[in-house]
């Protein structure tokens, strides 16, 4: 399947029903991020780990200790398919989302996919998402451990500052543009620098297909 970027959106899922299938640690985590931002979890699967027993015995998520049901698709505006290995399970789940209009993402399977999910680096009110469009998802991965790095408390902070001294000048400056100018010269200085530092089998790699292009326009 070819790549496909998408069109990027953040989904306010606060107060909705999602759907998670599968019982394991992906299924956890997934799980902790969406009720992190609020959503009505339900968990689908026989058995669960340690996390989401938790989870369940706290009331916080509800858990149907049973393979999915057709039943259970009911009101979710978004599904999570964590079970691995099922391409025909998931291909109907991609059916079904078509027919019934709510998001699916399907892990490791983006043919049997609405939406993407790109790895996201958050701190603070700060979210960054990265996405290679399915091409290369390891990738992601390492860019969000190495960019988790870099954001911390302070920043965390300074993000909690720019948005207090946002709504100070909404209230002290109507003006759009007045309020626009103070916000640019508030941040006057801020960079974000960095570099990257590449693999040397890429480096390697590039240096032969350079080679290879040289010798090419000199024949």
Not at 145 to 168: S, T
């Amino acid at each position: 399947m070819a790549a496909n970027s998408g069109y990027p959106l953040s989904l306010d899922v606060k107060g909705y029903p999602v759907l998670v299938l599968g019982g394991d640690e992906e299924a956890a985590e997934k799980t902790q991020q969406l009720l992190a931002a609020g959503a009505k979890v339900i968990v689908v699967a026989p058995s669960l780990n340690d996390t989401l027993k938790d989870l369940a015995a706290s009331a916080k998520v509800v858990h149907r200790g049973r393979h999915f049901r057709d039943t259970d698709l009911e009101s979710a505006i978004l599904v999570m398919n964590m079970v691995r290995g099922d391409r025909d399970f998931a291909r109907a789940l991609f059916a079904k989302a078509r027919e019934k209009k709510f998001l699916l993402w399907s892990v490791d399977q983006p043919e049997s996919s609405t939406v993407s999910m790109p790895a996201v680096v958050a701190c603070g009110h700060l979210r960054i998402a990265i996405s290679t469009s399915g091409v290369a998802p390891a990738l992601s991965g390492f860019m969000k451990e190495d960019i988790e790095k870099i954001f911390g408390d302070e920043f965390a902070a300074f993000v909690e500052w720019v948005g207090q001294l946002r709504e100070q000048t909404k209230a002290d400056a109507p003006d759009f543009e007045k309020r626009r100018d103070l916000l640019r010269e508030a941040l006057d200085g801020f960079r974000l620098l960095g570099k990257v530092q590449y693999p040397k089998v890429w480096l390697d790699e590039r240096a032969k297909l350079n080679v290879a292009s040289g010798v090419k326009g000199e024949a």
